[in-house]
Structures are given as C-alpha cells and as structure tokens.
T-cell receptor, first 116, second 111 residues
Framework: GAGVSQSPSNKVTEKGKDVELRCDPI?????LYWYRQSLGQGLEFLIY????????KSGLPSDRFSAERTGGSVSTLTIQRTQQEDSAVYLC??????????????FGPGTRLTVL | GEDVEQSLFLSVREGDSSVINCTYT??????LYWYKQEPGAGLQLLTY?????DMKQDQRLTVLLNKKDKHLSLRIADTQTGDSAIYFC???????????FGDGTTLTVKP
C-alpha cells in the first residue's frame, strides 16, 4: 500500500476484555514500531521489530501487552484484560534502512482505544 | 537513558515566527528530527539534521542545533493557521533503529 495502515480506527471495549490492534507497514520496510499516545501526553514507545532480530520489548508497560509480527510484515498488538488506563491512541510506524532520510519513521493514523 | 524534553504549548499570531525548542541528553545522538502531527493523524517527518551540522533551512523552516548545549530548535517563519499542530522533537543514534521522542509542543496559531 501507499502508507502505513492500522485497523480498526476506533475500538471501544469493556474493562477486562482482550483487544487486538493491527498494523500493515509499508511494503518492504524492515522495521516496525508501536507507540502509545495518551490524551495530553507524548509518544510512549512500546515495542520495536527489526527484521528477524528479537524484538525490543522494553517499552511494554505490563505483561498484559504483547505483539507479534508475522512474516516480517503485518503486526498485531494484543492487550489482555484491558483496563481503563489503557485508553489511548495506539500508533504504528515503519521504517527502512535504505530510506533516503536516515531512520525516517512513517506513521499510520492510529487506533483510538477506549476502555469503558 | 536518552531523554528528550520540549515545552508543551506555544501560541502565536498568524504571520509571526514560531520557535519551538527541544533539549536532549544523549551526546551520542547522530540524527535529530522534527515531526508534525495534525489532528486525528499520525506523525509526519518535517525535517531532520545531522549532529555535525549547526543549521538547516528548508523553505519556511529553520533548524538550529547547539550540540554543546544539546539544544535543538525549529523556527517557522510567517506562521499560518495550517501550521497549528503538535510538533515532536526526536533523536536517533543510528541510521536504523529506535528514536526517542519528546512529549510534543502544541502550536496554536491565532488569526
């Protein structure tokens, strides 16, 4: 596709339910990132995938959060037993080593998650 | 670890210049970026600068880097209402890898 896409664009769930958020990066991009943006807050790094290397999970806030990237392309962020404090916009970005601008990240439009 | 700090809000009049400031802690930062986020959208790269440069100009945008003080600024000349957005400063040590983002500065341009 032309850019990074994310689905769903909006997700409303009840406290305690599990949710899955999907990211389709730009085709051929080897790196994929997940961030969380809470209302009035900055960008919080969650997890980073680079090629076939083990992902950098240092930003995941708890073991309720997990992510996988299948076939080096699509990624799914899973939040188990959602809590109200998980309400935020979840942003995905991708980048490629061969990009003309070093380490430029291309962002999707985000998924707005609301936990009731 | 790396830390990037920005003031949270800036308000200017249309036609004035805007200056958004950023400080970072990691002297190993090689690339420094400014991203723009418009309402309801993801971030989009505006411009970047290598750490061995002092200044970069791109049309209405001027980036100044003071490496000694670890201070980065973005000046927008002749600010327009369409420039109203959140501006994020970010740094990266490598050509490929994680970037550290600041909390973003919300720029409001009043007519």
């Amino acid at each position: 596709g032309a850019g990074v896409s994310q689905s769903p664009s909006n997700k409303v769930t009840e406290k305690g339910k599990d949710v899955e958020l999907r990211c389709d990066p730009i085709s051929g991009h080897t790196a994929l990132y997940w961030y969380r943006q809470s209302l009035g807050q900055g960008l919080e790094f969650l997890i980073y995938f680079q090629g076939n290397s083990a992902p950098d999970k240092s930003g995941l806030p708890s073991d309720r959060f997990s992510a996988e990237r299948t076939g080096g392309s699509v990624s799914t962020l899973t939040i188990q037993r959602t809590q109200q404090e998980d309400s935020a916009v979840y942003l995905c970005a991708s980048s490629d080593y061969s990009s003309r601008t070093p380490n430029e990240q291309f962002f999707g439009p985000g998924t707005r998650l609301t936990v009731l | 670890g790396e830390d990037v700090e920005q003031s949270l809000f800036l308000s200017v009049r249309e036609g004035d210049s805007s200056v958004i400031n950023c400080t970072y802690t990691d002297s190993s930062s090689t690339y420094l970026y400014w991203y723009k986020q418009e309402p309801g959208a993801g971030l989009q790269l505006l411009t970047y600068i290598f750490s061995n440069m002092d200044m970069k100009q791109d049309q209405r945008l001027t980036v100044l880097l003071n490496k000694k003080d670890k201070h980065l600024s973005l000046r927008i000349a002749d600010t327009q209402t369409g420039d109203s957005a959140i501006y994020f400063c970010a740094e990266s040590m490598e050509r490929a890898g994680k970037s550290t983002f600041g909390d973003g500065t919300t720029l409001t341009v009043k007519p």
